[in-house]
């Protein structure tokens, strides 16, 4: 099925769209807090969230694990919903597994779910909401971000998909679960997430060229 055969402009029922960004790492590559880490005056955790707010989703649920209480300091004034996965060291899928179902308990009518991380600096309510109307406006499982010839996160997963994303494994992402399902799933053009903050090099690399003296 192309991406033509997936739209249906007059689709209604899937308008109920949560927020999940995943923010509980411990950035051991990077050797400092990128959910703390200042880009162009905002810590990134905040340009995230300030995103996701300005996007047509409600709620929005914040994922926090490693130094919580610091990274919630950075968004506490924000309208969101924070929760702390206390075993975020287990792995992405942890984090992953827990942000879904306590969406699934807590917001139980909603019928898709937008996931995304914190270190793509270049996210922004357009791209989010070009995600959410397509879902909106589509029957596929998944629409998901494409970049750097493969696709990934932002994306939102259709509430059908929710049992199988909890049943990943700690080490596993979404990613595996859009590898699985890409003959169910619409992408929208997204070069900027193939630039993420894992490592000194990536942060020195955006500020050489991103940021003016």
Known sequence: MDNAEKINPT????????????????????????????????????????????????????????????????????AVDVFVHNQWNEGMGSSLKAGIGYISKKY????????????????TSTHLNALIRLFKQSEASIIASSYANTFGVPAVFDQSL????????????????????????????????????????DVMRYRNEHEKN
Do not use: W, Y
């Not at 139980?108 to 996210?123: A, E, K, N, R």
């Open 11 to 78: 689709a209604k029922g899937r308008s109920l769209i949560t927020t999940l960004i995943l923010a509980a790492g411990a950035s051991t590559r990077l050797g400092q807090s990128k959910q703390l880490l200042d880009l162009n005056g905002l810590p990134l955790l905040r340009k995230s969230v300030q995103a996701a707010i300005a996007s047509e989703t409600a709620p929005v649920v914040v994922l926090l694990g490693h130094q919580a209480e610091q990274h919630h300091q950075v968004i506490n004034d924000l």
């Open 162 to 201: 929710f049992q199988e994303l909890l049943g990943l494994d700690d080490e596993q992402g979404a990613k595996k679960i859009i590898e699985r399902h890409g003959n169910n799933l619409v992408s929208i053009d997204f070069p900027e997430g193939e630039t993420d903050i894992d490592t000194p090099e």
């Open 108 to 123: 139980s009518t909603t019928h898709g779910i937008l996931v995304m991380v914190c270190d793509q600096p270049f996210i």
